[in-house]
């Protein structure tokens, strides 16, 4: 649960993430029963929630950011219009209270802030451009702001050059690109700035970089030890390079006008994407016709301006913590079982993971190069074994690298769709389960038997 100390901005310029209740003239007041934390619920007593009023968490002054109570207990309460009927919740959740630092042991775990090592808030003032904001900017302000020189710095929005000279960092406007005098602009005739570190078989990135990629490529690393400082220098410039390509790219892409497809390509797109970062944050701005109910006027851009950057950081550290968290202890079980793959078949074409839900493709595609597999197809994995969450083991087939649908080999064409008892029969091997339409991936009871669907399909190679 996100608690958010003081005033929030309105309900239509609030993230949904904060889940605070509108209200018009209902309280509900919680007094909880450790760290002096008062939790005061507005609600609305009618179903259409149209209130511009919003849930305020007021904390002790004695600390900063806020203080989680070891058990906190929140009711909700709505009333429907039309009805006297009243429907309450409560539910309870209880905090761990430990006070250690697990990141001091873990270096996968992100660093938690507390007095001792939350950065003062900075005096320096970030500059960009007034007007329509994109999600390019708005990520590179929340990336500075993490930094402890620009950490929660003010912004200042305008095109005056003369109001921008007074900032201390530049970003997106003023038509330059200097590191050494702190301005970020990518607009200007002639620009060619691409990330420095090539992906597999690139002679050179399509993507140039814009403001935000200028700042990750600056203070990328810095950004990612803020939240991980025991990463290795080496686990550091893996996730520096997954940020970029998993992340950072398509912003920089989005930003700068490069099409998923080359303008060239016979192949049609079948729909058009309008659910990610960019699209998001473009939707923030003001509509030219948007009124605000109370006040009459327009909503304040650089209020919304705001918001699309923490919405910006919001998704930035949850693919942060996907790779550091999840991606990177992966490597190791995928590299165990590259190693013994011969042990688990003679073909050394299957591998073998103790439990399903890791992300092993990437690591896979990476290992079979760093181990010179993937100059030989025939020597290439072509499927894994692992059980799912109900203790079925699965088969799936690997993908080709940068293909979401193309297997390098499918389980054979007369399995697919087929089920249970009848897969049995068809295939000829015990306590099989399913396999997919697609022929991708398929189950079993047993290791053994996954294991011989796996063989099965390696012989006749997918017929």
């Excluded at 511009?52 to 002790?60: C, E, G, I, K």
Aim: with cysteine.
């Amino acid at each position: 649960q996100k608690i958010v100390v003081g005033e929030t901005l309105p309900i239509s310029q609030r993230p949904m993430k904060q889940y605070n209740i509108p209200s018009q003239d209902r309280k509900y007041k919680k007094k909880s029963n450790s760290n002096n934390l008062i939790i005061i619920i507005l609600l609305h007593k009618f179903l259409n929630l149209t209130s511009q009023r919003t849930t305020t968490v007021v904390a002790s002054a004695s600390r900063t950011a806020f203080l989680i109570p070891k058990t906190a207990t929140t009711t909700t309460t709505r009333f429907y219009k039309f009805s006297p009927f009243i429907a309450t919740t409560t539910t309870t959740t209880k905090f761990n209270m430990s006070t250690d630092d697990s990141s001091e042991k873990n270096p996968f775990k992100r660093m938690k802030l507390n007095e001792s090592n939350t950065p003062t808030k900075s005096a320096k003032v970030i500059g960009t451009h007034s007007g329509t904001f994109q999600a390019d900017e708005a990520m590179g302000v929340w990336l500075l702001r993490q930094l402890p020189t620009y950490y929660s710095s003010k912004v200042v929005r305008s095109r005056d050059n003369s109001v921008l000279d007074t900032c201390d960092i530049v970003i997106d406007v003023g038509g330059i690109y200097d590191h050494s005098k702190l301005r970020y602009d990518h607009h200007q005739r002639g620009y060619d700035e691409r990330f420095d570190i090539l992906k597999e078989g690139q002679e050179q990135r399509i993507t140039k970089l814009s403001a935000s990629g200028l700042v990750y490529r600056h203070y990328g690393r810095e950004v990612i030890q803020c939240f991980y400082p025991n990463l290795s220098s080496e686990q550091v410039e893996l996730v520096y390079r997954k940020m970029y390509d998993s992340f950072m790219e398509p912003l920089d892409a989005i930003d700068t006008g490069v099409e998923v497809l080359p303008p060239d390509s016979d192949v049609k797109l079948q729909y058009r994407e309008r659910t990610g970062l960019s699209s998001r944050v473009g939707r923030l701005n003001p509509r030219w016709n948007e009124v605000d109910d109370i006040t009459g006027e327009s909503p304040d851009p650089d209020a919304r301006f705001e918001l699309a950057s923490n919405i910006c950081g919001d998704d930035f550290t949850s693919m942060l913590v996907q790779v550091v968290e999840s991606d990177l202890p992966a490597r190791s079980f995928v590299e165990k079982a590259m190693k013994e793959r011969m042990s688990t078949d003679a073909s050394g074409e299957i591998i073998v993971f103790p439990s399903g839900g890791l992300p092993w493709k990437q690591h896979l595609y990476d290992l079979e190069k760093e181990m010179g597999l993937n100059e030989d197809e025939d020597k290439m994995i072509k499927f894994v074994l692992y059980t799912d969450q109900s203790g079925m083991w699965r088969v799936q087939a690997v993908s080709v690298e940068g293909q979401a649908f193309q297997n390098r080999l499918s389980l054979p064409e007369e399995w697919r769709g087929v089920r249970d008892e009848d897969l049995t029969a068809v295939a000829g091997i015990k306590g099989c389960k399913f396999c997919h339409a697609a022929g991708f991936i398929g189950g079993n009871e047993t290791f053994e038997g996954a294991l011989e669907m796996a063989r099965v399909a390696l012989a006749g190679k997918g017929k």
